[in-house]
């Protein structure tokens, strides 16, 4: 955690927070979709019930970024006649947050969050020479400049965004990125695996129907239409607690952990003897500084040890006395 004598200035483009969720819950450009009902139906029991199912908790952002010290401003920027954002109106002004709206100039069109919430961050920064830290809750590459000026005028940046709707610029340029899935107070979704592992077996059996005669395929034509379980794909995407155990390491964001976990590793030897063992938290940080957007929570593991456990194929962890140490294989 960072310095928590700091004080802190937080910007939310709420509307981009929102839609990206949104998207997260019920699946890509679901929003895009929706949105005109949304606007012409939102009493609609099943948009209620969409909207419902996608909340933001708005006091997981704030206490998250309240951990790094004193709430000197926080200000949330949307449209907030509409009716999406309206219900949230309320809880945000129990936690002092300034709302600032934005008419957009067209049904469709950019609201134009993203030059406003620069343009008011900047001229905070010279307003108000004691902030230490920025908190830019967004996911938009449009915010790389905000987050590098920031830095250059001796900020500690910190983003905040929902996981695969963030550019992967932005979170290279801050100090520290966490993903809005991982912050305590928000459930994590989780994503059947068992549709994948059908899809294989699917594939082995139509490979074995090839071979038989006529009388067999008749027999295996029924299955395909058994496997592919419409009630199951309704019910894609659940929110649950994280589960160390059930994290499929086969996945892109896994490997990606695992190769910067070895190239922090690496490093580390490099300034080291190469058989030295290395703090697992200086570790940590190093992953951090290369990629400011990993965590290890997002992976779907409580803390960075269980995290380094389910890599003991990259590395050794020694877990003697206080401090976790670590060092990578030599065969790697």
Known sequence: MADTTGRVAVYLDFD???ISWYDRVHGRNSYGRDRQRITDNPNDPEVVERLKQAVIEVGAIIDFASSFGTLVLTRAYADWSSAVNAEYRS???ARAVDLVQLFPAAAYAKNGADIRLAVDAVEDMFRLPDL???VIVAGDSDYVPLAQRCKRLGRYVIGVGVAGSTAKSLAAACDEFESYDSLPGVDRLVVEKPAPKKRSTSKAAAAKTAEP???DTKSTKAEPAQKPAPQRKSTKKT???PVDDDADLTSEEQIEASALLIRALRLGHDKAD???WLYASAVKTQMRRMDPSFSEKALGYRSFNDFLRSRDEIAELSEQGHERMIRLHEDD
């Open 213 to 215: 005669d006529a009388s």
């Open 274 to 276: 190469a058989d030295e």
């Open 91 to 93: 809880q945000l002004v």
């Open 16 to 18: 981009n927070i929102v």
């Open 239 to 241: 929110v649950a607690p």
């Open 132 to 134: 230490t830290h920025v």
